[in-house]
Each structure stands twice: as structure tokens, then as C-alpha cells.
Nanobody
């Protein structure tokens, strides 16, 4: 198991930027495929972006492609999500997640991810 703690959420105006971080502890961080999800009030959890264990393969949801960038620093045991051009519809609780997967495959659904953080709130005002 790996323990995950998100940070960096907050209130931002439309068009602004935020960078979320997810600090990991426990087992070797580098062996995990990592992802960001979000869940808006009254909606299902949504995949946003994922990155494979060594960072060479990434995957994005269409809703954030070109605006959000996922990255990881295995030496610092930290996952990042740079969010630009934020919109009110980006308002949600953002979660990082980890799956003990190798290779280049990055799942775009929650099932394979069995380690989750507690979430951080992002609110985009209009």
C-alpha cells in the first residue's frame, strides 16, 4: 500500500491556474501508475489524467486535454497536476490515485486504482 496526501487546492478565478501536489509514502512510489480524478457535487468520479510508473506515458480526459498537465517526480515521491485556464465547471474535489501497474498502460477508469488520497477542494469562481 502507498499512502497519498493531496494539497494545493483552493479558490481561483476563471482563467486562473493552480498546481495540485500529491505526496506519497509507504511503498516504493516509482512502481505505481498514478492518476488524478475529480468528483463534483452530485456527479460521479471522473478520470482526468494518468501517468505510468516512469513517466513516459500519459493519458488525459478530453475535458482537460491542453489545459491540465500531469507529471511526477519519483525522487520526491510526488505527483503533480498543473491546471491552467480553469473554468467554473472544473470545481470539484480532486483526488490522486495509485495502481500497482507496470508498462505503458494508463487506465482511464477507477477500478485498477486501489490507493486513494483524501481529496482537495478546487473552486473556480465565475
Amino acid at each position: 500500500q502507498v499512502q497519498l496526501v493531496e494539497s494545493g487546492g483552493g479558490l481561483v478565478q476563471t482563467g486562473g491556474s493552480l498546481r495540485l501536489s500529491c505526496a506519497a509514502s509507504g511503498r516504493t512510489f516509482g512502481g505505481y501508475t498514478l492518476a488524478w480524478f475529480r468528483q463534483a457535487s452530485g456527479k460521479e468520479r471522473e478520470f482526468l489524467a494518468g501517468i505510468n510508473w516512469f513517466g513516459a506515458s500519459t493519458s488525459y480526459a478530453d475535458s482537460v486535454k491542453g489545459r491540465f498537465t500531469i507529471s511526477r517526480d519519483n525522487a520526491k515521491n510526488t505527483l503533480y497536476l498543473q491546471m491552467n485556464s480553469l473554468k467554473p465547471e472544473d470545481t470539484a474535489v480532486y483526488y490522486c490515485a495509485a495502481a500497482a501497474l507496470g508498462g505503458n498502460f494508463v487506465p482511464k477508469f477507477a477500478g485498477p486504482y486501489n490507493n486513494w488520497g483524501q481529496g482537495t477542494q478546487v473552486t473556480v469562481s465565475s
